[in-house]
């Protein structure tokens, strides 16, 4: 089985030795995103909701890129500078993983690079669903 590198123009380039997603057989496998709008290097805003919404659009890129999708989606690992925004990003969250969510845990940490207050990063199964949109039935 060899190892493919995922990257995307729709979600932020990797900033230092590391992959956007790295794809494994049926496995797509991301690295943590923040909240960081492509192209402009700035965060979708200083919130915990805005920074959600775009991490998880810019989690759906790679995932999309690596041929998987949100729904296919079976572990998410959510980082926070701030437990206490949990319920906040929750809500946002739950948009997008409406029906049958994935395993996740979510954990409080010191700091997250360039100041972000949320990174996402999954665990997938390939899918093929963007192949051909017309039929796909993922997010």
Partial sequence: MSKEIIATDEAPAAVGPYS????LGDLVLTAGQLGI???S???AGPDITSQTQQALENLEAVLEAGGSCLEH??????FLQDIEEFSQMNEVYAEFFSAGPPA???VQ???LPLGGRVEIEAVAEACGCGEDDEESHCR
């Fill in 109 to 111: 940490v010191a700091a």
């Fill in 73 to 78: 989606v079976i572990k998410v690992t959510v």
């Fill in 20 to 23: 956007q997603g790295v794809r």
């Fill in 41 to 43: 290097g700035d965060f």
């Fill in 37 to 39: 709008v492509p192209g």
């Fill in 104 to 106: 996740r845990s979510a």
